[in-house]
Each structure stands twice: as C-alpha cells, then as structure tokens.
C-alpha cells in the first residue's frame, strides 16, 4: 500500500478479512492471502488482523495435512455474549476490591500516580457499567436485570469522588480528573 492510500481501521481489516473468510471457506492459508494481500493491506498487517480474529474467537483455524483453513466461529454472538459477561463479571469484582483498597492507599500516593489512578478507576467503572447495559440489551431491552450492578457502580463512583475530594490535593485533582471525564462523558450538543 502506497503512503497515499488512506490506512484501513481495524473493524475495516478484521471484516475484509472475514468477509473472504466467509465466501471462500475452501482456501487455504496462502490462497486467503493471495485475495487480501497486497489489495487491501500489508502481510504483516493481514498476519496481526487474523491472530486477533482467532484471540477474540472470531474465527478458528482447521488444519488439514500442512494446509491451514479458516472458518468463521459458530454461535458467535452467544460465545459473544458469555465472553461480555464474564469479562464485565470480573471487572466489577476487581473494581470493588480496588475502591476498598483505595481509602487506606489514596493519600500516600504522589498527585500524579492520584490522577492516574483515578482516572483508571472511573473509566473502569464506566465501561463496566456499559457492559452490563451491553447485557442488559442483549438479554432483555424491555428490564433492567443488572438493577443491583448498576447501583454499585453509581456507589463506586461516588466513593472515588468523596476520596477525591477529601484528599488534600483535591483542588488540583478534581479538575485535571474532570477534565479527563469530558473525554468520556459526551459533548455539549451544537443543536
């Protein structure tokens, strides 16, 4: 690819490979490489886009004398699923250890390893609470079934703030940690 040519996104990668994946089952490792390479992307880069696939258990490889093939996975969307769930059940325990930590820990910290820290946390709790709507939606769009985690996410929340603002370098905290939510939380509408 020429440094002209715009570079692809990875879900652009990832579905112009699933994509010849799909229409063509039956070719092999080199012959699915032949398709991609160099008309849409470099070897190495086709060689990482297809290793994350087969991490994320998007695809699988079948191997049939020395030949690799690739299939797309079956019942992706419920392996999907179980793998949110599990991911998302994980964090929010972690989460709950990590706050209840944070009160005794919080104050040795220097002011930068605070604002790092901090930052971490509520991005954590905010993906983690959008992976239980993530949930939500998948299981059920018309109930709340993680009501509870929800709650406890709005609790975590509102503990790292209260440690935050109790914290002796709270004046320089709060804004630089503001101010890194406004990258998270969206924008004033231009309406």
Do not use: C, W
């Not at 005794?104 to 946390?121: A, Q, R, Y």
């Amino acid at each position: 690819m020429s440094q002209s040519e715009p570079t692809l996104m990875t879900y652009e990668r990832e579905r112009i490979i699933l994509e010849h994946i799909k229409e063509n089952p039956q070719l092999h490792h080199n012959a699915l490489l032949k398709l991609v390479v160099p008309k849409f992307m470099a070897k190495t880069t086709f060689e990482k886009t297809r290793d994350s696939l087969i991490e994320k258990e998007v695809i699988f490889v079948n191997s049939e004398k020395n030949m690799k093939f690739y299939h797309i996975t079956e019942n992706y969307a419920h392996k999907a699923a179980q793998h949110i769930e599990q991911t998302t059940n994980n964090s929010f325990h972690d989460l709950k250890m990590q706050i209840k930590r944070l009160e005794t820990d919080f104050p040795h910290k220097d002011i930068d390893e605070k604002i790092h820290i901090s930052n971490l946390l509520l991005k954590q709790l905010l993906q983690t609470d959008n992976g239980f709507t993530i949930l939500d939606s998948i299981k059920n769009p018309k109930k709340t079934l993680y009501r509870d985690e929800h709650l406890t996410i709005q609790q975590l929340i509102y503990q790292v703030y209260e440690i935050i603002q109790h914290d002796k370098d709270s004046e320089l905290l709060l804004p630089t940690i503001t101010s890194f939510l406004g990258v998270i939380v969206p924008k004033k509408s231009t309406r």
